[in-house]
């Protein structure tokens, strides 16, 4: 709720503190005091235009606070905080500040929590707390999403049951249809990549090439280029240890041999040369063992002749090809080939998969119409209700022939709030057409239009303050009592606050506010050289009698004005205390 609002220079408000609090504020005062100036204040807050014809004259700027009381977790508290605004610790949640100063020039600046803030981010705060409902001002349910929000409010849990379960269908439905648009939108490109992966997965499968298999070649290839260098070197080696052509000094394993036996002859008169012996015996089985593996070695070398180094470089360019195509390396085309046969199994499962999903909208859209339809049959039934309701409290609220519709009619698609679109339309008196509201009705009548709706949706669908100007404009008697009573009803789920002319609505309030006109004469004694300014009070006990009094007749110390007034806050306290308040 707003706890206090602070006025500086605006219009012939010079500095004036409205202290609020919950329930019922009336401003009252005499014609041209300035009481629509507080209506002009609570505007700014919401974003309204600045205007410098607003500044008080002599001023150099006109300025408007506001401190709000809200809980953790508000709506407006959070957006606050989201554009930079500090909060305090109040009594009983966090005490928010809003300010608007307009210059003489028509320069606008904003402040949230202390700290400037685009009138943007205020306005958006402003209507997360407060509703102006007066002639120049835009009605609250204008959209016909916030007359969609407020009539599910109303219907209660029939209405909050059918659309949930709608929610969850419709949020299946359309998950599933934008992935089938998806897969289908795409699958010209999935047919070609599949295509081109099962061409090369045929490409490489009919080479099967092996791990490792383009490095093993390359070494064999170089062997065989060098084939006869080769032979050549392992023959002459082989034949320097074990062969004929060294009959006549020797070969290398005859010489150790030799050296082996004139060792062994003495080896038993020294351990030294025993083991040195020992060493030469080795050398000679492992020199037998290479000569062996060489004549091996070339022997292998006359089988491998030009046929198998031909053969061999065909395979190469065979994996050569393949490297180019598709990676660096054999054991990586072999990677990208597994890789690219799972990819190739997902998109030849999506025709599947189109096919299940196909079926599934299908589906989901058969259930999303049966639920639409419940959903179509709650809400006009909640529809009905809220008319004849809203009727009913017009019919008290002088506008006996006025008629509230409330039209729940099909929608051109299904959308994520059902398949309905909601209007509500006023019919200002027999005969009339129905019109939306706001545009079937007059300022004052508008006012009155939008209490009966608020007191009708308090109890759903409530905003923390209310702000009625001109919602007693051309009525008396009877029908502003009942004005008074409904606001009072209002002000029991939310705080109201009220400009009025009329007593009898002023009787039901919880506070008076009272502005007060100060005329004062120039130095040459004429009114043009000087001044008018307005102060604000808070009246109570008999100071709210003589006010009320004045707005009866005038006279402000009439004793009938005063017994009269008297009555009225008497009336008003009994209604107050009454099971129907």
């Given at each position: 709720m707003i706890e206090e609002i602070r006025i500086r220079d605006l219009g012939v408000i010079s500095e004036a503190r409205l202290p609020l609090g919950p329930g019922f504020s009336v401003v009252t005062g005499e014609t041209g005091a300035g009481k629509t100036m507080v209506v002009t204040a609570v505007g700014l807050l919401?974003?309204?235009?600045?205007?410098?014809?607003?500044?008080?004259?002599?001023?150099?700027?006109?300025?408007?606070?506001?401190?709000?009381?809200?809980?953790?977790?508000?709506?407006?508290?959070?957006?606050?905080?989201e554009a930079g605004a500090e909060t305090d610790d109040g009594d009983a949640g966090r005490e928010l500040l809003l300010a608007r100063s307009v210059s003489m020039e028509g320069r606008s600046r904003a402040y949230l929590g202390g700290r400037s803030a685009p009138v943007g981010a205020l306005a958006e705060v402003g209507e997360r707390l407060l509703v102006i409902h007066g002639q120049t001002d835009q009605i609250r349910l204008k959209s016909s999403a916030a007359q969609r929000e407020a009539l599910d409010k109303f219907g209660g849990e029939t209405v909050a049951a059918a659309l949930e379960e709608y929610r969850e269908c419709y949020s299946q439905y359309r998950a599933a249809e934008r992935e089938l648009a998806e897969l289908t939108a795409a699958e010209r490109e999935r047919l070609r990549e599949a295509e081109s992966l099962r061409s090369a997965l045929e490409e490489i499968d009919a080479v099967e090439p092996e791990e490792g298999e383009d490095e093993r070649l390359k070494a064999e290839s170089v062997k065989l280029a060098h084939v006869e260098q080769l032979r050549i070197a392992a023959g002459t080696a082989q034949a320097a240890l074990s062969g004929d052509d060294y009959a006549e000094t020797g070969d290398a394993l005859q010489l150790l041999s030799g050296a082996h036996r004139s060792l062994e002859q003495v080896s038993q008169h020294d351990d030294a040369l025993a083991a040195l012996a020992s060493r030469v015996a080795e050398a000679t089985v492992i020199l037998e063992d290479i000569s062996t593996e060489l004549a091996h070695y070339a022997a292998g070398l006359e089988t491998e002749g030009p046929e198998h180094l031909a053969a061999l470089e065909e395979r190469r360019a065979e994996l050569a090809k393949l490297v180019r195509k598709y990676a660096p390396s054999i054991d990586e085309v072999l990677s990208w080939a597994e890789e690219s046969r799972r990819r190739l199994d997902e998109l030849q499962g999506d025709s599947e998969r189109i096919e299940g999903l196909q079926t599934t909208?299908?589906?989901?859209?058969?259930?999303?119409?049966?639920?639409?339809?419940?959903?179509h049959d709650a809400r006009s039934t909640a529809a009905v209700e809220l008319a004849e309701r809203v009727s009913a409290e017009l019919a008290a609220l002088a506008m006996p022939d006025a008629r509230l519709q409330v039209n729940v009619e099909q929608a051109?698609?299904?959308?994520?709030?059902?398949?309905?679109?909601i209007s509500i339309?006023?019919?200002p008196h027999a005969g009339a057409p129905a019109r939306p509201v706001g545009k079937g009705a007059s300022g004052g009548e508008l006012s009155r239009v939008m209490l009966a709706i608020e007191v009708v949706l308090a109890e759903v669908d409530p905003v923390p303050t209310f702000v009625f100007d001109e919602v007693d404009a051309g009525v008396g008697g009877r029908a502003a009592v009942e004005i008074?009573?409904?606001l009072a009803m209002l002000a029991r789920h939310v705080q109201v606050l009220v400009v009025t002319h009329l007593p009898q609505v002023a009787a039901f309030a919880d506070r008076h506010v009272r502005v007060i006109k100060n005329s004062v004469r120039g130095a040459d004694g004429g009114l043009d050289s000087g001044f008018t300014s307005s102060d604000v009070e808070v009246l109570d006990g008999d100071a709210r009698v003589v006010e009320l009094a004045r707005m009866l007749a005038g006279q402000e110390e009439s004793e009938s004005a005063r017994a009269h007034a008297q009555e009225l806050l008497d009336d008003a306290r009994r209604f107050a205390a009454s099971p129907m308040a």
């Open positions: 919401l974003g309204s235009r600045a205007d410098a014809g607003a500044v008080r004259v002599g001023a150099k700027a006109a300025s408007v606070e506001a401190t709000a009381l809200l809980p953790e977790g508000h709506a407006a508290l959070e957006r606050a905080e909208v299908a589906a989901r859209q058969d259930e999303l119409t049966t639920l639409a339809g419940r959903l051109p698609e299904p959308g994520p709030h059902g398949a309905d679109q339309l006023l019919q008074g009573r409904r």
